[in-house]
C-alpha cells in the first residue's frame, strides 16, 4: 500500500527557517515524481512543484520559483519543502502528493495527511 | 492555463443528480482531474483523463469533456458525497486546480 507520511504541525515566526518532510512507503520511491500542494486557510488547492527523486530534478510552479526548495533524500525515502524565511503568508496547510503515472505533470493518486504550518510573530 | 469551476456551492438533496463544470482557459486535451476533499482530510482522486474512474471510486461518478469544457456527475448524491470537489489540469507547468465547488445538503 502506497503511504506518504508528513512531518506534524509547525509554529515558526517571521523570518525563521523551515524544512517539513513527507516519508514514503508501499512503493520505489526512486522511480515516482513527488509534489507539493499548498492550501491557504478556507482556500483552494495549489501546486507548488515536483521533484523526482532518482536524479533530484525539480520543477517548480512561478508562483513558488524562488521561495521554497524541494529536495529529495532517496536512501530513506523521504522527499523535504524548504522555506530559508518564512512570512506570515507561508501559513497554511501542506501536502505531498504522488503523481499517477511515472510523469511530473500528472494526476495525484496518494497524498499525504497534510502539514500544518503556522507563522506568526 | 485557468481553470473556472461553476457553481461555487450547491445545496442538494440525497439522491438528486449533482452537475458540476470546469472550465479551461485553453485547450488541454483531456489532461484534467477530479479530487473530492472532505474537511480536514487530504484530497481524494476520482477521475482522471477526463473521464476514467479512478480504481475504488463508486460509479455514480462520472466525468466527461475534452479540451475546454468538463463535467463532473454524481448520478445519486449519498450523505458521503457532501464534500468539496476541485478540478486539476495537468496539461503543462503549473498544474492548477480550479477554485472548488462545495456540495452541501439542502
Known amino acids: 500500500e502506497v503511504q506518504l507520511a508528513q512531518s506534524g504541525a509547525e509554529m515558526k515566526k517571521p523570518g525563521e527557517s523551515l524544512k517539513i518532510s513527507c516519508k514514503a512507503s508501499g512503493y520505489s520511491f526512486s522511480h515516482y515524481w513527488v509534489a507539493w500542494v499548498r492550501q491557504m486557510p478556507g482556500k483552494g488547492l495549489e501546486w507548488m512543484g515536483v521533484i523526482y527523486p532518482d536524479d533530484s530534478d525539480a520543477r517548480y510552479s512561478p508562483s513558488f520559483q524562488g521561495h521554497v526548495t524541494i529536495s529529495a533524500d532517496m536512501s530513506i525515502s523521504t522527499a523535504y519543502l524548504h522555506w530559508s524565511s518564512l512570512k506570515a503568508s507561508d501559513t497554511a496547510i501542506y501536502y505531498c502528493?504522488?503523481?499517477?503515472?511515472?510523469?511530473?505533470?500528472?494526476?495525484?493518486?496518494?497524498w499525504g495527511q497534510g502539514t500544518l504550518v503556522t507563522v506568526s510573530s | 492555463i485557468q481553470l473556472t469551476q461553476s457553481p461555487p456551492s450547491l445545496s442538494a438533496s440525497v439522491g438528486d443528480r449533482v452537475t458540476i463544470t470546469c472550465r479551461a482557459s485553453?485547450?488541454?486535451?483531456?489532461?484534467l482531474a477530479w479530487y473530492q476533499q472532505k474537511p480536514g482530510k487530504a484530497p481524494n482522486l476520482l477521475i482522471y483523463t477526463a473521464s476514467i474512474l479512478q480504481s475504488g471510486v463508486p460509479s455514480r461518478f462520472s466525468g466527461s469533456g475534452s479540451e475546454t469544457d468538463f463535467t463532473l456527475t454524481i448520478s445519486s448524491l449519498q450523505p458521503e458525497d457532501f464534500a468539496t470537489y476541485y478540478c486539476?489540469?495537468?496539461?503543462?507547468?503549473?498544474?492548477?486546480f480550479g477554485g472548488g465547488t462545495k456540495v452541501e445538503i439542502k
Open positions: 486539476q489540469h495537468v496539461n503543462t507547468n503549473p498544474l492548477t
Open positions: 485553453q485547450g488541454i486535451r483531456d489532461n
Open positions: 502528493a504522488r503523481p499517477h503515472y511515472g510523469q511530473p505533470f500528472s494526476p495525484f493518486d496518494s
